[in-house]
């Protein structure tokens, strides 16, 4: 009796592991997938506020068409970016830092400033772009919890017997620190 008992805790103990380890990859696996949806919802609802914030601001700032193009060209260069998180992050830097540089030369105009629907659309925009940088913090949490169990020994052996591996962070820079105004004594 005590050699099958001795048999079965050899069999069964490092099955357990291999089962435990493995429902745990998969879920820091599906945990990352379904965080990445939320910032994908994020950089859409983003996407779908420039057109009608360059609309309003058409009428008010006709010396900056060049700017509105540009900040038109690169959401559309962000809307077809469906690759990894890396590769979106580019495009997406150069949208923040073209946003930043419309919503600074907009300050010129008092007219548009006043204007409700400006000043809504423009709400809406910090207001995502919060969702946003929360999205993009939990996803990355997700990201450092899979790649945790992806590279920790054992459960490094158990993610590598069945193909997991590690996910990309998704780094975009935040330029509202270095806008933020700066007050000196």
């Known amino acids: 009796m005590l050699p099958l008992i001795i048999l079965l805790l050899v069999v069964l103990v490092p ?18 997938s379904e965080a990445w949806s939320g910032v994908d919802t994020e950089l859409q609802r983003r996407y779908n506020l420039i057109p009608n914030l360059v609309n309003t601001v058409k009428g008010y700032a006709k010396h900056e068409r060049e700017l509105l193009e540009s900040v038109t060209r ?15 992050a580019e495009p997406e830097n150069r949208l923040i830092r073209a946003l930043g540089t419309l919503m600074a030369r ?23 772009e919060d969702r946003l940088q929360a999205a ?7 990201v450092r919890e899979n790649n945790n169990l992806v590279q920790s ?3 490094n052996i158990i993610a590598s017997m069945f193909g997991f591996g590690l996910r990309e962070y ?8 270095a806008d933020a105004p ?4």
């Open 136 to 142: 993009r913090r939990f996803y990355n949490g997700n």
């Open 106 to 128: 907009l300050e010129r105009y008092p007219d548009l400033k006043a204007s409700e629907n400006f000043l809504q659309l423009q709400r809406e925009l910090v207001n995502t």
């Open 74 to 88: 690169l959401r559309e260069e962000c809307v077809r970016s469906t690759g990894s998180p890396e590769s979106q």
């Open 15 to 32: 099955l357990l592991f291999v089962v435990v380890t493995y429902n745990h990859l998969v879920n820091a696996r599906n945990s990352c």
């Open 182 to 185: 700066k007050v000196e004594a």
């Open 153 to 155: 020994i054992p459960s």
């Open 170 to 177: 998704f780094e975009i820079d935040d330029t509202r620190a």
